[in-house]
């Protein structure tokens, strides 16, 4: 199976979504979301901007992406917010090799946590690339928590945050902590509601790499060309890679639903 399918220029899939010409690259880029959904991402939005310069999305100024990505993440993420004060800069995206001590370092992780959140932490799962093994990844941990009432921040914030991870932003769907600016970054922990639809994709996805080794491979060579492009911008870096991800994500739905079981 192809999971690299090319797409349409950008030129066609606006005028698809019936954008008008005059419409500000914002502006465009919304009514291409509205019509796309996640197919639309924000390197699309880097392209808008950079075009009538001439330019290639990658060749905008750092600081001018990052500024354009956040103003359209509410839109990418319903009620999306960031903590002041939980800024990292000049980190950078390099992918490791798989390294075994990726699954020690989230078992510590995972008795720290139950340790802390106690009954609040209703399962406390190992995801992302770092969860797949002989999968290239950022060596960076990434643990997905899930608890009975997202909304009730008192119930995990302060417990976390004892423990060193500061939450970096909130949205609709899920919570994210990364260790303090001064810290290592060795690990994320995400956040989500227990019997989400977060927390069920997240482990689909997680489950039918590690079951398929055709897609884990797609998506190495994903991993490995965003990174190639996209090393100084972290949203881009997960944008790229976007398109794969999506058709591993329906294949994996696919399997689930011919196998009759349901991932929970």
Known sequence: ????????????????????????????WRLLRRAEGPHA???DLYAL??????????ELPLEERHGLARSVMPDVWPGFAQTTGSERR???????DPDPEWAGRFERWRQVLGSRLG??????????????????????????????????ESRYVPALADVGLQLRSRDDLHRY????PDRPRDVHVHVCGEGSPWEREHLLFRDHLRAHP?????????????????????????????????????????SSASSGRQQV
């Not at 901007?49 to 990658?58: D, E, K, S, T």
């Not at 000049?90 to 490791?96: K, S």
């Not at 965003?226 to 994500?249: C, F, M, N, P, Q």
């Open 214 to 254: 055709q897609a884990r491979e797609a998506y190495a060579v994903a991993k490995r060309e965003a990174a190639d492009r996209w090393a100084d911008d972290g949203v881009a870096y997960t944008d790229a890679k976007s398109e794969v991800i999506l058709t591993l994500l329906e294949d994996a739905e696919r």
């Open 90 to 96: 000049h980190d950078t995206i390099a992918l490791a």
């Open 41 to 43: 991402t924000v390197i």
């Open 49 to 58: 901007v950079a075009a009538p310069r001439g330019l290639a999305a990658h």
């Open 119 to 152: 009954s609040t932490a209703r399962r406390i799962e190992h995801v992302g690339s770092t969860s797949v093994p002989g999968l290239p990844a950022k060596p960076i941990v990434d643990i997905q928590v899930g608890v009975a009432d997202l909304a009730d």
């Open 1 to 28: 199976m192809l999971w690299a399918v090319p797409r349409p220029a950008l030129e066609d899939r606006l005028r698809a979504a019936d954008v008008p010409p005059q419409a500000s690259p914002v502006e465009a």
């Open 177 to 180: 902590f990364r260790p303090f």
